[in-house]
């Protein structure tokens, strides 16, 4: 700027204050905190930002990705032949949506663990403070959980297409074959999210770790129902990986659809109507006083 310049905007704003007015900046369009416009924005940037952590977070990566592609090879190459001999069916339309909602529910298991973490280290305490939407932490958690639940979908089906599965049954089937993990995840993921926010030092996420290990070897992905002893089979046909893989195999392959397409729904939507309440206290309450 020239000593001409200078001296003119010097005199301007001189002759504004002579006569009592300021040249203030102009307004900006600032949304309400508890707007849904500030509801949505915020959110994806709470999306974003949990995205990004995960992708640079090793245990996420093979939690989510790397462990469940593994895990397929290998039920594959010990149990696979034998299983379809055994029933006539080929065992990779049970093992690889067992395998998408395993890589689902892990992962969202590091991510609460990632969680409970925040908040020990203050994290969601400062995001309280700042004039964002109080509910953008919850909700972008959760439009993250079901990108992550997406991206594992496609990586296991495209294992999944190398080993000889295949989805023929047009492509509406196929785009609800992609949806009802997703779906379910998301059931998931409120649930850890709840016993996380609510569960202090208590290692009630670790005791979900070792349920889901229990379900991955007692649903209808790993053995038929029918392979179980009788008294079992029951259980294992009315549990939530069961009837998801029973839809995702019909879905693919062909058979009954309605019927366990309605009982992941029920199921998904049912782990969402009991957490949510809970999830929304717990985050709230991590967030204020973590």
Known sequence: MTESTKSTVGAAEQASYDHGT??????????????????WTHSLIQC???????ARDPSTMIQALLYPALTLIMFRI???????????????????PMIILVGAMFGSIVSAVGLRAERKTGLLSRFWTLPVHRASGLVGRMMAEAVRVFVTTLVILAVGFGLGFRMDQGILPSILLLLLPILFGMGFAMMVTALATVSGDA??????????????????GFVPVMAYPTWLQPVVAAQPMSVAVDAMRGLALGGPVLEPVLQTLAWSFGMIAVFIYPAIRGYRHAAATG
Request: charged residues 15%; positive net charge; aromatic residues 12%.
């Open 203 to 220: 290692p009630l996420v670790e005791l979900v770790s070792i349920g889901c290990t229990l379900l991955m070897f007692f649903n209808s």
């Open 22 to 39: 300021f040249d203030f900046p102009p307004p900006v369009n600032v949304w309400r905190e508890n707007s849904t416009r500030a509801l």
């Open 48 to 54: 974003k930002r949990l995205l990004t952590r995960w």
């Open 78 to 96: 010990v149990i696979g032949n034998t299983v379809t001999a055994a029933t006539g069916q080929p065992a990779i339309y049970g093992n690889v």
